[in-house]
């Protein structure tokens, strides 16, 4: 195993995460089939263990726990996450931080985030004299029931900007979303320089983009084979982290026991990608997700009766056009606001009179506003 220098540890450059656990018919986590995934990945030298809240609706917190408990607790590093991707949690940390505890069976957490800052939760993270989320972490972390805090981000440059601003002297380590694909299209590179002006080490979460880069079109994977022969196609995901000097843990959501002995299989080496490798990569995602060619110019915006953030809008589109709908779409629209949808485009095409692009600007809000229906 691949292991990284986080502070005064060691810890596995690949960690198992628990968003995506074996179930059984009634939805319920096979806690037998966890148990046996644990003990490959242990022996597969993984001691870094991701979990959080809204997981399996509460059940990987008590199945992952359950599974490491089982092996002294120097052998392994735990990580949770306040559940602020739900507002309604927000006022609710002094409940929720002990109960995760108790679900996991820990005294403490080596590892806890506030999960999942974005523009939908931003105001209410920062907004410690309402709720008090960051003292209250900060003080549980003093007791040492937190030993390293830090966030993870689904928001923004500009969200990333104002949480640092805030916050960014406490956090120790940042969770991204990054894989060859989300480099450029969701401006993973620019989120993770500006990390790196914080001098915050870097954690990566859906490096396989739930799965969809775990296999490709027969011309993508021909063209990935006569670079590296032996080299699986998830495989190559992971050797773009490697290549990443910021990057310490690399977390995959692993949910039967190949899977976890593939991937420890492939971290029990470091091959990085040479420039010819990363440039061919770059490029098929540049392809996978070519849409709508917006470039945020704004000229658009200044001519929408509606008042519609554009942009934005078509660069969801551009999303859900590549990954379906999945949780960032609706989040991001829900910030839009009501009157600010897809559907609330008047097609006047006034935009598109002053788009440099030439973009159909009304007619692809028109098939935003279907695709959503």
């Not at 540890?9 to 074996?22: N, Y």
């Not at 359950?66 to 949690?89: M, Q, S, V």
């Not at 509606?306 to 709908?325: C, R, T, W």
Request: proline share 4%; charged share 25%.
């Amino acid at each position: 195993m691949v292991y990284r220098t986080f502070q005064n540890i060691k810890l596995s450059a690949l960690g198992m995460g628990g968003m995506r656990l074996p179930v059984l018919e009634d939805k319920s986590v096979d806690q037998s089939a966890v148990n046996d995934m644990v003990d490959c990945a242990m022996a597969g030298g993984i001691n870094y263990y991701d979990t959080a809240w809204g997981y399996h609706n509460g059940q990987s917190e008590t199945a992952l726990g359950a599974a490491l408990r089982r092996y002294p607790r120097e052998r392994y590093y735990i990580a949770d996450k306040f559940p602020g991707y739900d507002l309604r949690n927000m006022d609710k940390v002094e409940s929720i931080f002990p109960e995760q505890l108790n679900r996991t069976g820990m005294e403490y957490f080596d590892f806890y985030l506030f999960h999942n800052v974005n523009e939908l939760n931003i105001d209410c993270y920062l907004d410690d004299e309402q709720y008090g989320i960051y003292t209250y972490l900060m003080q549980q972390k003093a007791n040492g029931r937190i030993r390293h805090l830090g966030f993870s981000a689904h928001g923004d440059l500009p969200v990333l900007e104002r949480f640092l601003e805030a916050y960014g002297k406490d956090m120790e380590f940042c969770q991204l979303q990054i894989n060859w694909v989300d480099w450029e299209f969701q401006k993973a590179k620019e989120k993770v320089e500006l990390l790196r002006k914080w001098n915050i080490p870097v954690w990566v979460m859906e490096p396989l983009r739930g799965g969809k880069l775990a296999a490709l079109n027969s011309e993508h994977e021909e063209k990935l084979r006569a670079l590296r022969p032996e080299e699986t196609t998830p495989g190559w995901a992971f050797r773009f982290l490697q290549t990443l000097d910021d990057v310490v843990v690399t977390l995959s959501g692993m949910s039967d026991l190949e899977q976890v002995k593939a991937n420890v299989c492939t971290f029990n080496t470091e091959q990085p990608l040479n420039g010819q490798e990363w440039d061919t990569l770059l490029g098929m995602g540049r392809e996978l997700t070519r849409g709508v060619p917006c470039t945020a110019c704004r000229y658009c915006t200044t001519h929408c009766p509606q008042g519609l953030d554009i942009p934005q809008l078509l660069e969801l589109y551009n999303e859900h056009a590549f990954a379906g709908s999945g949780f960032l779409i609706p989040m991001r629209l829900k910030v839009q606001g009501r009157g600010k949808q897809p559907s609330d485009c008047l097609g006047c095409r006034s935009c598109e009179a002053v788009c440099p692009q030439n973009i159909k600007i009304s007619d692809v809000l028109s098939d935003f506003a279907q695709k959503l229906k």
